[in-house]
């Protein structure tokens, strides 16, 4: 882009180059909007980035947030970051929070406060929705919370009529996963699931435990039930039950503890009634100990198993 008088542009990098943003996030910037060249640096943009630093952007942060959202420089203070501002304080009442979130999602200062912000809040402590739970909404998943009004209503509706309860955090956790996936994209995973022998009450329920479930790709949702319901065979409904093990890493978490437990079964050292969350939802520390280091004098390659160093075909029955 070619300007007649380079002294607009020049001061405009000068401000954000004093002001700690990388030569690759100027870059970032003009690519998407190549006006912001001419911008005017004392009027239009410092004020903004003063703003920032006022409720508690850190020096390190600010460069990060604008220049992954370059909007934010040309929204009115008065009429929209400000008034952003106050209300997303009013929501989550800790400064920190309103910083936290505007990380997450540079997004979030530019939704509309009254025809979209206020309403969606509103409905959901009309509702009884505990503070904790819209702050947990808000600061994670802004984009949902702040999504247009009448698709809002729709997805609370829809997380009414399935029973979720208000007062609990996984209502709002359902209400995020259905303004993420559209109706023929949920129907799909529904047909999925089916075909993996669930029932619609079998999914319904499973969505109730772990709404994200909806979320997963169908590529995942396929390899994992493959190898738990036809390879170790297991019934998919124990997955239905335990529908955060589809998030699991199939080859880091799901096979090596399986490979484990296979072989402590077969030796009569466990039972074989082990659920699927004693199996998988242990955290690494925990699994160790309970399932390979109890077992190592009896089973001394158990722990090269785990690690897939070696196949469960090689240890000696």
């Given at each position: 882009?070619?300007?007649?008088?380079?002294?607009?542009?020049?001061?405009?990098?000068?401000?954000?180059?004093?002001?700690?943003?990388?030569?690759?996030?100027?870059?970032?910037?003009?690519?998407?909007?190549?006006?912001?060249?001419?911008?005017?640096?004392?009027?239009?943009?410092?004020?903004?980035?003063?703003?920032?630093?006022?409720?508690?952007?850190?020096?390190?942060?600010?460069?990060?947030?604008?220049?992954?959202?370059?909007?934010?420089?040309?929204?009115?203070?008065?009429?929209?970051?400000?008034?952003?501002?106050?209300?997303?304080?009013?929501?989550?009442?800790?400064?920190?929070?309103?910083?936290?979130?505007?990380?997450?999602?540079?997004?979030?200062?530019?939704?509309?406060?009254?025809?979209?912000?206020?309403?969606?809040?509103?409905?959901?402590?009309?509702?009884?929705?505990?503070?904790?739970?819209?702050?947990?909404?808000?600061?994670?998943?802004?984009?949902?919370?702040?999504?247009?009004?009448?698709?809002?209503?729709?997805?609370?509706?829809?997380?009414?009529?399935?029973?979720?309860?208000?007062?609990?955090?996984?209502?709002?956790?359902?209400?995020?996963?259905?303004?993420?996936?559209?109706?023929?994209?949920?129907?799909?995973?529904?047909?999925?699931?089916?075909?993996?022998?669930?029932?619609?009450?079998?999914?319904?329920?499973?969505?109730?435990?772990?709404?994200?479930?909806?979320?997963?790709?169908?590529?995942?949702?396929?390899?994992?039930?493959?190898?738990?319901?036809?390879?170790?065979?297991?019934?998919?409904?124990?997955?239905?039950?335990?529908?955060?093990?589809?998030?699991?890493?199939?080859?880091?978490?799901?096979?090596?503890?399986?490979?484990?437990?296979?072989?402590?079964?077969?030796?009569?050292?466990?039972?074989?009634?082990?659920?699927?969350?004693?199996?998988?939802?242990?955290?690494?520390?925990?699994?160790?100990?309970?399932?390979?280091?109890?077992?190592?004098?009896?089973?001394?390659?158990?722990?090269?198993?785990?690690?897939?160093?070696?196949d469960l075909l090689e240890v000696g029955s």
């Amino acid at each position: 882009m070619n300007f007649e008088n380079p002294k607009r542009p020049d001061s405009v990098l000068n401000l954000l180059k004093e002001n700690g943003f990388t030569n690759t996030q100027i870059s970032k910037i003009v690519r998407v909007r190549p006006l912001f060249l001419l911008s005017d640096p004392e009027k239009t943009l410092l004020p903004k980035i003063e703003f920032f630093r006022s409720v508690g952007v850190s020096s390190s942060d600010l460069p990060v947030i604008l220049s992954s959202n370059p909007s934010l420089f040309s929204r009115s203070l008065k009429k929209q970051l400000i008034p952003c501002y106050d209300f997303l304080k009013s929501v989550l009442l800790v400064e920190e929070k309103v910083v936290t979130t505007l990380k997450h999602s540079p997004r979030a200062f530019l939704y509309n406060v009254t025809n979209n912000m206020a309403p969606n809040i509103a409905l959901l402590r009309q509702l009884g929705v505990p503070q904790s739970s819209i702050s947990f909404l808000v600061s994670n998943y802004p984009c949902e919370a702040f999504s247009k009004h009448t698709r809002f209503v729709e997805a609370v509706h829809q997380v009414m009529e399935m029973g979720f309860d208000p007062l609990k955090t996984v209502f709002v956790l359902a209400i995020q996963v259905l303004l993420k996936i559209s109706k023929p994209k949920l129907e799909s995973k529904l047909e999925l699931y089916k075909r993996w022998g669930w029932s619609k009450n079998m999914a319904v329920s499973a969505f109730k435990r772990h709404p994200n479930c909806m979320l997963a790709s169908e590529e995942k949702i396929t390899k994992a039930m493959d190898f738990i319901v036809n390879k170790m065979g297991w019934p998919s409904a124990n997955i239905a039950v335990n529908p955060a093990v589809l998030f699991f890493s199939l080859e880091k978490r799901i096979m090596p503890r399986f490979s484990v437990i296979q072989i402590l079964v077969a030796k009569d050292l466990v039972k074989n009634d082990l659920s699927l969350s004693s199996i998988l939802k242990p955290n690494e520390r925990s699994f160790l100990e309970k399932f390979v280091i109890k077992y190592r004098d009896d089973i001394p390659q158990l722990l090269i198993v785990y690690q897939g160093k070696k196949d469960l075909l090689e240890v000696g029955s």
